[in-house]
């Protein structure tokens, strides 16, 4: 086929492309961002080959399934569905400095130890640095080996002919093709590498694991075209100063995206965190006003989090509203709720609301849990230590119903909650309470009245 040379105008933030250029990016409104670069452009393809190609009956593809590896680190396998699939192609982005480097190179030396063969493919540190990272968290197996390079065409070369089961690019950014006439982290540089990716993890099913940076906005640099081709994105996500860091699946084509992986960061790696919601609820206060736990779901697994409010009168004629945690628009939404189904009078209240521990919660059913704990606090009386609530709250006050309450409510019996508030149409689908109390409300009026 023959090819030409034209120019095309990309965007830098999102990867919008422009014939032309422009000043502003009319896709994500970023202001000069717009750069030329050189692509092929390719003549369309004869009826010769065309006529080789032929599709297949869906009704004769062997729909078995397919077969997945464990890595050995069961937070890690939950986020990508239950193991690592042969063939994919997987992006893995997070803050600079998080762990995204530790937590693969444990994942490799986890394989290692089982006998499956993992190349390092590192192009931002040398084979001393790696080793000296490697030897603070283990010792590895010969399985595993190291390449420092940043040439796409020789990666390519030393990929297709060690054929490892597993492959590990840290970074996208840094690679480099020579027929691509741009620099290294570029939009055309880093969808090139992609692509080549994508094709030696298809035709060799190979799983190639490969690390992304990431914007001060928290969106893999370099495009969102990135993000569009691989199959699965996960990020890792978290506090600096805290300890525990959070794997989320934000796509997923062989599993669920709702499933997080708890990790703990300590001198020696990442440390799976098996019971999170143990983790979370550690140095809660005794006898605090403003103070309650609610459950929320992560996925499949249930999780509780001690939410905490402030409440106090406001010197200035417009009020402060802050929510560290959660949706900052949702906890303006309840007080309002508060105020005029319940006659509490918080327009002349400052309210600070807080997750405890960094997390990010922005499912419905901690609604109940954060209105508890703003008239907790406004009204100066702490809410007893074995309560526990979860429900979302409706402009008219209602308490609606959430899903998987078995599982909530048995996940608050096992850390030791004796009261659970929850929405009164939950109460018929759990069969097995114990020696819990359950206590269906069906306005947040009924539940401050419970308390």
Known sequence: ?????????????????????????PACKAWNTFVEEKVDKKTTVSRKEIAQVKPTKINEIDSTDEKRIRSGMQEFDRVLGGGIVPGSLVLVGGDPGIGKSTLLLQVCRQLCNQGSSVLYISGEESLQQIKIRADRIGEFSSWLELLCETNLELIKGVITEKKPEVVVIDSIQTLFDENVASAPGSVSQVREATSVFMRLAKEEGIAIFVVGHVTKEGVVA?????????????????????????????????????????????????????NPSEYMLEGKPKGATGSVVAC???????????????????????????????????VNLLMAVLEKTVG??????????????????????????????????????????????????????????????????????????TTCIMPKVCLKSIQKAGNMQLLGVESVREALNLL
Request: aromatic content about 8%.
């Open 222 to 274: 370099g495009p969102r075209v990135l993000e569009h081709m691989v199959d699965t994105v996960l990020y890792f996500e978290g506090d600096r100063y805290a300890s525990y860091r959070i794997l989320r699946g934000v796509k997923n084509r062989f599993g669920s995206t709702n499933e997080i992986g708890v990790f703990e960061m300590r001198q020696a790696g990442l440390v799976e965190v098996k």
């Open 344 to 417: 509490v009078r918080l327009s002349d209240q400052d309210a600070y609301i807080n997750i405890v521990g960094g997390m990010k919660i922005n499912e419905p059913s901690i609604d109940l849990g954060l209105v508890l704990a703003i008239v907790s606090s406004y009204k100066n009386k702490p809410i007893d230590e074995g309560v526990i609530c979860f429900g979302e709250v409706g402009l008219s006050g209602e308490v609606r119903g959430v899903n998987m309450v078995e599982q909530r409510v048995k996940e608050a019996r096992k850390m030791g909650f």
């Open 296 to 330: 929320s779901m992560e996925g499949t697994r249930p999780l509780l989090v001690e939410i905490q409010a402030l409440v106090c009168h406001s010197a200035f004629g417009m009020p402060r509203r802050t929510a560290a945690g959660t949706d900052y628009n949702r």
């Open 1 to 25: 086929m023959a090819k030409g040379k034209t120019s095309i105008f990309f965007c830098q933030e999102c990867g919008y492309e422009s014939s032309k250029w422009s000043g502003q990016c």
